[in-house]
């Protein structure tokens, strides 16, 4: 941990990861191809750095939960590397296992059999955790995503969302320093969904070292919780940076709507003529006007509303129009039916 | 310098301990699987009942074959091999079963599989409490054959230290041949479910559990004596019945059979891990650690 150049190491580390899938009847021995094969990633290459929480995006398929079985050492990649805490996944297995746990959503899972506490005890007992400090932790975890009333009950008897909320405290009673999260929400309540988002995030600021790699299909989510995103389309990484500026990615101009009193047609054409001012749109609504304003940059709005006073127009309101995350989002990955196609176009037969 | 080899040594004491927490949690894990304890009646009749129906069916069936020629003897090798066999069935058949079950009933096997615990312990502690299992099934069948179908052992006759012995031996051998169908059943496309039960059901035949190996075709005699559970069996009957039993065994010597026991035992030991290490390696190759498809 003390380790000066440590710092420098990204948490999670990919360089150009690539998977293929051999579909049913795949591969026979000889090394003559049979059957279908899917290029699940196509040359990922990903930095995240430590404290981030950092959201992966893409529609079913892209190749997300690959990338995940991958870097928690579930599936080996066909070629590339990746790395956890500079650790190479595929090489330093045991430490890297040491260092990480992952939660994926939408699935049933656990020993019925066992309680709630006894589960998680177990899973500490597999990463070494004393009994006496795995228990204090299993209280503190259980309580803090209300699940503090189930601790002795069997799994099985567990909601779906508070098997979900279990399998969160799983994850986290190792004091892992590199969460994996798959689709974390999927399937859970609003409330639940909400406790599950609030503790990631209180988790994330009990410990700066901490980093999360999350999944998920909710755009909002990904705009509430994650610092950086990339968005991954096919198996390639399309756009990536913070959820600013995947949103300004997409705008060439600054686009504002205003609310105008006194308006005069002409104005219009004034606004046009300006400089800096690409497109000005009015609209009619009741007694007011409506203006949508497109700017080559934002510091122009300034001057642009000053000549609009001068001019004897009234500014009653005005809004920076943002694109959301999701608009971003669909911008980047296209619409189902042309991905649908490129996704076919993707898969070899050989 | 100093502080470099004291955190080494801090790393490895918390490996020792990691691995000794993991064979305990694993075997407790596998003990309260085992048993449906909350009832646990219903559990100790299970318990007593099927080696007792197993070795009941055997018997009858020689019963049948054989007519006036049933005798004592004869028993005495049937229910021993029964009696035995109960450790191949719970480990080479349940060890396998229960890495399956982890993947597709209870879809934690990848959740397992990326701790730091080694997998290899994880299979070992989930034997041990089937061995117990085993054992207390081992012992009901032999007071059965002998109470009820006059078996000829007495219990101060018995050779403890060899039975002990083989039993040991057995064990390991036993869980070696468990740890590597798991790790085949992980690996397999089809058939995963049924693989332990075809893979036992020949050992049954080969390795002289309800017949002589010397009633074997030379061929299958030889493979016979390659198993180090054909060596086990041949032990544990001699140590349960004297060595009288043995007369049919290719090998007559007591100490050439523990010596060939405890060769064939470290090579098979030996190759299930390799074996094991090469299906992981696969199975995290072809994605097959979380797998949930249906066979
Ligand atoms: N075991 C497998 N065998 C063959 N193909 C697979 C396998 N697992 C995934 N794929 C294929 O790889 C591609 C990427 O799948 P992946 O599960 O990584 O997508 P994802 O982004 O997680 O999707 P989702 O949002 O639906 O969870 C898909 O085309 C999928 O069909
Ligand atoms: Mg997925």
């Not at chain 1, 309680?115 to 228990?135: C, D, N």
């Not at chain 1, 007011?288 to 510091?299: C, F, H, P, S």
């Not at chain 2, 230290?161 to 496309?189: D, E």
């Not at chain 2, 030379?218 to 054909?230: A, C, K, N, Y």
Request: contains cysteine; hydrophobic residues 45%; glycine residues 8%.
């Amino acid at each position: 941990m003390s380790h000066p150049a440590e710092r420098d190491v990204p948490a999670i580390q990919t360089v150009n990861v690539r998977r293929v899938y051999h579909a049913r009847g795949g591969r026979s021995i000889g090394g003559a191809k049979a059957g279908k094969t899917v290029v699940a990633l196509d040359g990922v290459s990903l930095n995240i750095a430590r404290g981030e929480i950092f959201g992966l995006l893409g529609r079913n398929g892209a190749g997300k939960t690959t990338l995940i079985k991958i870097l928690t050492t579930l599936l080996a990649p066909t070629s590339g590397q990746a790395y956890i805490d500079g650790m190479d996944v595929t090489r330093e297995v045991t430490k890297v296992r040491q260092r990480i746990a992952m939660v994926s959503g939408g699935e049933q899972s656990g020993y019925g059999i066992l309680t709630v506490r006894e589960q998680l005890w177990m899973f500490a007992q597999f990463y070494g955790v004393p009994s006496k400090i795995a228990h204090q932790r299993i209280d503190e975890l259980l309580s803090a995503v209300g699940l503090g009333d189930q601790a002795n009950q069997k799994v099985y008897a567990l909601s779906t969302g508070m098997r979900q909320r279990m399998n969160l405290c799983r994850a986290l009673v190792s004091d892992p320093e590199i969460l994996f999260l798959d689709e974390p929400t999927v399937g859970l309540d609003v409330e639940a969904s909400r406790s599950v988002r609030d503790y990631v995030r209180q988790w994330m600021r009990q410990d700066p070292r901490r980093t999360v790699l999350l999944t998920t299909h909710y755009m909002f989510e990904a705009d509430e919780l994650c610092d950086h995103v990339a968005v991954i389309n096919h198996g390639h990484i399309v756009a990536e940076g913070t959820t600013d500026d995947l949103k300004r990615g997409l705008q060439e101009h600054a686009r504002f709507q205003l609310e105008m009193a006194e308006w005069l047609p002409a104005f219009t054409e004034m606004l046009r003529n300006r400089d800096g001012v690409v497109e000005a749109q009015a609209e009619q609504r009741n007694d007011r006007t409506q203006l949508r304003l497109a700017l080559l940059r934002e510091e122009f709005i300034v001057p642009t509303i000053a000549s609009i006073n001068e001019a004897g127009g009234r500014v009653l309101a005005l809004r920076r129009i943002e694109p959301t995350l999701e608009e971003a989002f669909v911008r980047l990955v296209g619409d189902e039916a042309e991905s649908q196609r490129e996704a076919e176009g993707a898969e070899v037969n050989g | 310098m100093i502080e470099t080899t004291s955190a080494g040594g801090l790393r490895e004491r918390i490996a020792a301990s990691r691995t000794w927490q993991t064979l305990r949690a694993a075997t407790w894990l596998e003990w309260q699987a085992r048993g449906n304890w909350t009832n646990p009646i219903l559990y100790g009749i299970y318990l007593i009942v099927r080696p007792m129906t197993t070795s009941l069916v055997l018997v009858l069936m020689y019963w049948l074959v054989s007519g006036a020629h049933a005798h004592g003897g004869l028993f005495g090798f049937l229910i021993a091999g029964a009696a035995a066999w109960t450790f191949v069935d719970q480990i080479v058949a349940g060890v396998p079963q229960a890495v399956l079950a982890d993947r597709e009933e209870y879809a934690m096997l990848k959740y397992v599989y990326i701790t730091p615990a080694r997998f290899l312990v994880v299979l070992i502690g989930r034997a041990l409490p089937r061995m117990l299992v085993a054992f207390i099934s081992f012992t009901v069948t032999l007071a059965f054959g002998v109470a009820i179908l006059g078996v000829p052992v007495d219990v101060r006759m018995i050779n403890y230290p060899l039975l002990l012995l083989a039993l040991v031996l057995g064990f390991v051998g036993i869980t070696a041949l468990g740890i590597m169908l798991a790790g085949l059943a992980l690996v397999l496309k089809r058939g995963a479910w049924q693989m332990p039960q075809a893979v036992t059901g020949a050992l049954y035949l080969v390795s002289g559990a309800i017949f002589p190996v010397a009633v074997l075709p030379v061929w299958l005699r030889d493979i016979s004596l390659g198993v180090p559970l054909t060596y086990w069996l041949e032990l544990t009957r001699r140590a349960l019945l004297g060595s009288r039993i043995g007369e049919t065994f290719p090998i007559a010597s007591t100490g050439a059979i523990l010596g060939w026991l405890a060769l064939t035992t470290v090579i098979l030991s030996a190759v299930s891990v390799i074996v094991f290490r090469i299906c992981d390696y696969f199975a995290r190759e072809r994605g097959q650690i979380d797998r949930t498809t249906g066979y």
